[in-house]
């Protein structure tokens, strides 16, 4: 019996599929190169190429990854995510679509360690006494914002880059 490509794939792939397209058709008007593209998002030229003359995916899938990317960033990047466990590209695609970085509201914080467990030792104590965060380490994973027990990490949003 023949199969399809497309039922191998589990629902969070076809949705993060999706949101692959939308950032390299972004990528592709600001100017970067379809080898460029692969290169950032992971993935070989040919998908790329049917990404960008919208062979792949459904246009339900696109519609339904817009959908995510039209919500609230701060939402959105939890939903971006859960859609795979390789944050290296979760984490390209969130910084592809939003200018974002992890904040520490220094007055909530009750230096209880709680985000030093982050998984790529993006944040550590520093001198001040006051987590800092690693920016080029940051993985934008969001464990340590679910981590601390009172919200003193945050995503700051800076500007949504999908509109620029």
């Known amino acids: 019996m023949l199969t399809s490509l497309s ?28 080898k460029e593209i692969a290169e950032y998002l992971n993935t070989n030229r040919t998908e790329i190429s049917h990404y960008l003359q919208g062979r792949h995916p459904s246009k339900k899938v696109l519609r339904t990854s817009q959908e995510i990317l039209n919500l609230p960033p701060q939402y959105a990047v939890r939903i971006i995510n859960t859609l795979s466990d390789d944050k290296e590209i979760t984490s390209r695609i969130i910084k592809a679509l939003y200018s974002v970085k992890v904040e520490v509201e220094r007055e909530k914080c009750i230096l209880c360690g709680e985000c030093l467990e982050c998984p790529y030792g993006a944040i550590e104590m520093r001198d001040i006494g006051i987590p800092v965060v690693d920016h080029e380490r940051c993985k934008i994973c969001g464990r340590c914002i679910s981590l601390c027990p009172t919200g003193a990490l945050k995503l700051a949003f800076l500007k949504k880059k999908m509109e620029e």
């Open 7 to 34: 039922s191998e794939y589990t629902m969070p792939e076809h949705i993060l599929s999706g949101i692959k397209a939308i950032v390299a058709m972004k990528l592709r008007r600001e100017g970067k190169l379809q």
